[in-house]
């Protein structure tokens, strides 16, 4: 059965560095979001992205977060100046079209030092 | 925005017995409601949904209800096995590619 990837599957990083996240969804889907989940909240909605350009960001979807395709196959998350508050679990999902189910991937636990 | 509150945060159940899980939600423009499991090392897992055109929705063990009026839908698992050990969450949403606003999970155990 087609699953979302997503690597790597845990990520340390300092303070203020650059991360980015991998996703590469289900190979006939075009619709893409990115979620996260921060130990013992609840999971987030971030931003969904179809037909090359974000559709719709949450408020936590600042200006220190991107989104990219930068090929066929992946989708990748940005965050270009870590902070410890991004800390947490970031699932990618991905639909295969308006009205159909979004697949999520195992997540990226992110850990910022 | 939309917000969706769940109850019990964890819940533990003999094998064999039912398990119910209840959630509000917000908003009334919302009207698909899915349920995920999550285990372990595993992103959420859609196991069933319900639009807000249906009050009730059964899969073989697994069942939603849903009250529009109260803005209230719920999880019935009957006859619990071991494998149904998992996070559980509800969610709401505009419609099956919209964001989806997740409930903050219940943690189901199906004791021996």
């Known amino acids: 059965e087609p699953e979302v990837t997503q690597t790597p599957s845990h990520q340390v990083t300092q303070m203020g560095q650059e991360v980015i996240l991998r996703c590469v969804p289900i190979?006939?889907?075009?619709?893409f979001y990115w979620y996260r989940q921060i130990l013992g909240q609840k999971v987030e909605f971030l931003v969904s992205?179809?037909?090359?350009?974000?559709?719709?960001k949450s408020e936590i979807f600042d200006d220190q977060f991107s989104v990219e395709r930068p090929d066929g196959s992946n989708f990748t998350l940005k965050i270009r100046s870590t902070k410890l508050e991004d800390s947490a679990m970031y699932f990618c999902?991905?639909?295969?079209?308006?009205?159909?189910?979004?697949?999520f991937g195992p997540g990226t636990r992110l850990t910022v030092t | 925005g939309e917000n969706v509150e769940q109850h019990p945060s964890t819940l533990s159940v003999q094998e064999g017995d039912s398990a119910v899980i209840k959630c509000t939600y917000s908003?009334?423009?919302?009207?698909?409601f899915p349920w995920y499991k999550q285990e372990l090392g595993k992103g959420p897992q859609l196991i069933i949904d319900?639009?807000?055109?249906?009050g009730e929705k059964k899969d073989q063990r697994i069942a939603v209800t849903l009250n529009k009026t109260a803005k209230h839908f719920s999880l019935h698992i009957t006859e619990t096995q071991p494998e149904d050990s998992a996070v559980y969450f509800c969610?709401?949403?505009?419609?099956?590619?919209?964001?989806?606003?997740f409930g903050k999970g219940t943690r189901l155990h199906i004791l021996p």
């Open positions: 999902a991905s639909t295969v079209a308006g009205g159909s189910e979004q697949y």
């Open positions: 908003d009334s423009a919302s009207n698909y």
């Open positions: 319900i639009r807000s055109n249906v």
């Open positions: 190979s006939n889907h075009l619709y």
């Open positions: 969610a709401a949403s505009m419609s099956r590619d919209d964001k989806i606003i």
């Open positions: 992205f179809y037909n090359n350009e974000i559709s719709e």
